[in-house]
């Protein structure tokens, strides 16, 4: 009775050890080899403009609270740029520093949201060749039709976030910028 055991065992033992080796062989050879194919994909130039999107989160439309007028349509667009805000202040004899109040957009629920000013531009030329933004000021700053003289415009913190290939990323311009 101990052999009949012993030999139950071992022949046990051995189809648990081998099963796995001849369902793996079965398999391999019922897959019919490998196959390579290729794909094509021709891209045409887009022709904008594109909605505005969240500088924050470039991948969620907003509607701006205050959306100034869209640029030319084309491949190559100016989106959205943010209306600068000073708000109210006192007048002064000494040198003073005022800082843009934040934009405001709302988002897909209609809520009011608040991020940094910014420009958005859109190349949907497909040719990576570059573009340069320019800012102009169309005349000089005005009190109640008086100029306001020594007037610079600084940006800070200049970023620029850049979807290529659905790709995010953010490149840092510089810290200070005066125009």
């Given at each position: ?32 080899g ?16 594109v ?81 340069t ?47």
């Amino acid at each position: 009775m101990d052999k009949l055991i012993l030999k139950s065992t071992t022949l046990l033992a051995g189809i648990l050890i081998s099963a796995p080796m001849i369902i793996t062989t079965a398999s391999a050879a019922t897959t019919g080899g490998d196959y390579t194919s290729s794909a094509n994909l021709t891209l045409q130039a887009g022709t904008g403009p594109v909605d505005p999107l969240d500088p924050t989160d470039p991948t969620n439309p907003v509607t701006p609270v205050d959306p100034g007028t869209p640029g030319a349509s084309g491949n190559l667009t100016v989106d959205y740029g943010s209306t600068l805000y000073f708000g109210t202040q006192s007048i002064s004899t000494q040198s003073k520093t005022y800082y843009a109040h934040p934009d405001m957009v709302k988002d897909q629920s209609n809520a009011v949201k608040v991020v940094p000013n910014y420009v958005q531009v859109t190349d949907q030329s497909g040719e990576l060749s570059g573009w340069t933004l320019s800012l102009t000021q169309a005349s000089d700053l005005h009190m109640e039709h008086q100029q306001i003289l020594d007037m610079h415009l600084v940006v800070h913190k200049l970023a620029l976030p850049v979807a290529l290939f659905l790709e995010e990323t953010a490149l840092l311009l510089g810290n200070q910028v005066t125009l």
